[in-house]
C-alpha cells in the first residue's frame, strides 16, 4: 500500500477524437463539445470536452500509477471549476491521504490543472486495490 503523502501526476492533450470517443460510448452529443459558434458565445468562449474526458485522466493515474495496478474506485466527489477546451493539455494529480490498515483502501486528494494552472477539477477518491496474482503459466509467456 502506498504511503501517506505518495503522489503521481500523469498529462495529456485532450483532442476533437477524445470528445467523439467518449460521445461514441455514451451518447453525449451536447453542442457545446460540437458547435464551435454556439460553444463560442457561451460563457465559455470555446469548444469544450465532456467532464468524463477531463476527469478520465484521474482514472488511469489511479489503475496505472497509483495506488497502481488492481486498483478501482469506490466513491469520488469532484467539482469541476473550469471547463476545458479541445486542444488544452491538462495534469492530473492524486495524493494519498489516508490508507485503512486492516483493508487495502486507499483516500486520494484528485487535482486536474490546464497548461496555465488553473484549477479545473479538484476533490477526493477513495480505491481499492485487488491483489493481482498472474498465473504460472502467465508469468512464463
Given at each position: 500500500?502506498?504511503?501517506?503523502?505518495?503522489?503521481?501526476?500523469?498529462?495529456?492533450?485532450?483532442?476533437?477524437?477524445?470528445?467523439?470517443?467518449?460521445?461514441?460510448?455514451?451518447g453525449?452529443?451536447?453542442?457545446?463539445?460540437?458547435?464551435?459558434?454556439?460553444?463560442?458565445?457561451?460563457?465559455f468562449?470555446?469548444l469544450?470536452?465532456?467532464?468524463?474526458?477531463?476527469?478520465?485522466?484521474?482514472?488511469?493515474?489511479?489503475?496505472?500509477?497509483?495506488?497502481?495496478p488492481?486498483?478501482?474506485f469506490?466513491?469520488?466527489?469532484?467539482?469541476?471549476?473550469?471547463?476545458?477546451?479541445v486542444?488544452?493539455?491538462?495534469?492530473?494529480?492524486?495524493?494519498?491521504?489516508?490508507?485503512r490498515?486492516?483493508?487495502?483502501?486507499?483516500?486520494?486528494?484528485t487535482?486536474?490543472?490546464?497548461?496555465?494552472?488553473?484549477v479545473?477539477?479538484t476533490?477526493?477518491?477513495?480505491?481499492?486495490?485487488?491483489?493481482?496474482?498472474?498465473?504460472?503459466?502467465?508469468?512464463a509467456e
Open positions: 500500500m502506498p504511503a501517506v503523502g505518495s503522489f503521481a501526476e500523469r498529462s495529456r492533450r485532450v483532442t476533437m477524437r477524445d470528445i467523439e470517443a467518449f460521445t461514441e460510448m455514451t453525449d452529443r451536447n453542442p457545446l463539445h460540437y458547435d464551435r459558434e454556439l460553444a463560442e458565445s457561451t460563457v468562449g470555446k469544450i470536452v465532456q467532464g468524463g474526458v477531463t476527469s478520465g485522466i484521474l482514472n488511469a493515474i489511479v489503475a496505472e500509477d497509483l495506488p497502481g488492481g486498483t478501482v469506490l466513491g469520488v466527489e469532484w467539482k469541476f471549476s473550469k471547463a476545458v477546451g486542444d488544452e493539455e491538462i495534469t492530473g494529480r492524486v495524493e494519498v491521504t489516508k490508507v490498515e486492516d483493508k487495502p483502501i486507499v483516500t486520494l486528494t487535482t486536474i490543472r490546464n497548461a496555465e494552472g488553473d479545473c477539477l476533490g477526493t477518491a477513495t480505491t481499492y486495490t485487488v491483489p493481482l496474482r498472474r498465473n504460472a503459466a502467465a508469468a
